[in-house]
């Protein structure tokens, strides 16, 4: 079974993408993984990326915004030479309590599992605090980000690599995309990782540079933040309420038993 991390950056997060890099080599759990990179290099800063460890690296010249990267990536690695994906972010650090290995086995089990996200924590002590509460326990969710890593296999990569590169706002197509094709989303809450979420630079800044570009809005009613800026943060990320009856409709009709 061959396996990749599906990673992007940003040419000012050279460090944090060299932590989670580190973190992943660190432990010998990730040792047969692959380490796949997309890598946005608007600054010049690749000749700064630890390449040791990384199969597969791809440089582009401008930001794409995490959707566009990872549409492209997977579409650059050929999802068809891997069987399991794990996205990460590279404001990431995996831990000795990050396990992707019940994602993986119910994946390869269950032919309709579309993405499974694991559970995270923003820092050290907060993921800490989490561990008591650890338990192996799959809860079903649409709408499933990146949290501590996503996990996927090659049925949902091939469909992922098809989705059009744009410079949308929220990554919500993807989860969206497997569940109108029948797959079923679900959280698992036996595994953490450190997520340094809303840090400098990466998807906020991103956002706030960019208007706001929304995809499957014939799927989600998006919702309008409170304040508005004429960006990308003019709207809430989706939640699974705001799912419509459309999407479920499509759900039940293509539901993949």
């Not at 040419?11 to 040792?31: A, C, G, Q």
């Not at 990326?49 to 990384?54: E, L, N, Q, V, Y």
């Not at 059009?164 to 959280?187: L, S």
């Amino acid at each position: 079974m061959k396996k990749t991390f599906v990673i992007i950056s940003v040419s000012d997060r050279v460090e944090d993408l060299n932590n989670l890099i580190r973190s992943i080599r660190s432990f010998h759990k990730f040792d047969d993984y692959d380490i796949s990179l997309c890598f946005q290099d608007y600054l010049g800063n690749a000749d700064q990326i630890d390449r040791t460890h990384i199969k597969n690296m791809y440089i582009y010249p401008e930001k794409m915004g995490c959707h566009g990267a990872r549409v492209q990536l997977l579409r650059n690695i050929e999802p068809l030479d891997y069987d399991i994906f794990v996205n990460l972010d590279d404001d990431m650090e995996l831990t000795r309590y990050t396990d992707y290995f019940l994602p993986i086995r119910k994946i390869q089990q269950e032919p309709g599992v579309g993405f499974i996200l694991t559970n995270w924590a923003k820092t050290f002590d907060l993921l800490m605090a989490k561990v008591p509460k650890m338990r192996d326990e799959f809860k079903k969710q649409t709408l499933v980000y990146n949290g501590g890593g996503m996990v996927y296999g090659k049925r949902i990569a091939l469909l992922m690599a098809k989705l059009p590169i744009v410079k949308t706002t929220f990554d919500n197509a993807w989860a969206m995309t497997a569940y109108v094709n029948g797959y079923t989303n679900y959280r698992f809450m036996g595994s953490l990782a450190v997520h340094k979420v809303c840090g400098r630079g990466g998807m906020q800044l991103f956002m706030a540079e960019n208007p706001a570009e929304l995809m499957n809005q014939d799927l989600i009613d998006f919702k309008r933040a409170k304040k508005q800026r004429g960006n990308g943060l003019d709207y809430l990320i989706p939640l699974d309420a705001d799912i419509n009856q459309k999407a479920h409709c499509l759900h039940n009709l293509n539901k993949k038993r």
